[in-house]
């Protein structure tokens, strides 16, 4: 480094000093009602002790989600934002193609008051809607459970079963094959019916697919998100009438199209 390399070196030095000084200043004179602002500590994936959380290459974690410690994620299953998944005493297995939705709870209890061993095993193609905590359970293939619901350690939700929306079922209960249950506690209500019974597998699927597109959306780089932006002010669409008085045709440009499998379908329009 030259005598110029070393002299501007210094006031660097000198003005992050200053700077540094000037923060710390300013903190006594605001006294007790200072922020101390902290680097964020989160971490998507975490180990704890040896353990570390295994996840398929085509699931998806979402940013803000947290999975810690003895986790398994299984191919093309989501966790959505504000999820924690947290294997520390014991283990989490999370099937194919289920979707744990934004703010759930999945935990796991060492052992019960008996003594057995309550990990959680959740199987394919399940739904677990938002803000459901899910605790030392078994929640077998294309079962689902509702926004908002509680399972207790024990708690086994066989296959095509579903707990309903802000439901508590209490520990050790087995809700069985082709029943909802709700209520708190939760007991038996009714039958599923077969069009239910194929919501669950068409709700776990079109959660994969929406994944795909959250995926690559929050894999973009900012120059990729700043064309989108450019894009979508340059071709917003106007009123039709609007577009016809100018003589404007707008076509939107493929970046700007989601999936065909993420829109509703759409009704023909009429031919005049």
Known sequence: ?????????????????????????????????????????????????????????????????????????????????????????????????TNIQDNSLVHVAKSNISGKVLPTIIGDNVTIGHSAVIHGCTIEDEAFVGMGATLLDGVVVEKHAMVAAGALVRQNTRVPFGEVWGGNPAKFLRKLTDEEIAFISQSALNYTNLAKVHAAENAKSFDEIELEKMLRKKFARRDEEYDSMIGVVRETPPELILPDNILPDKAPKAVQ
Request: with cysteine; proline share 3%.
């Open 1 to 97: 480094m030259g005598s110029l390399g070393r002299a501007v070196y210094t006031l660097g030095n000198l003005i992050r000093e200053t700077g540094q000084a000037m923060d710390r200043l300013g903190c006594r004179l605001q006294g007790s009602h200072y922020f101390p602002e902290q680097l964020s500590r989160h971490r998507t994936l975490m180990n704890i002790f040896d353990k570390a959380p295994v996840v398929d290459m085509d699931a998806f974690v979402a940013p803000g989600a947290s999975v810690i410690g003895d986790v398994q994620v299984g191919q093309g299953s989501s966790i959505w934002y504000g999820c924690v998944l947290r294997g520390d005493v014991n283990s989490i297995s999370v099937g194919s193609r």
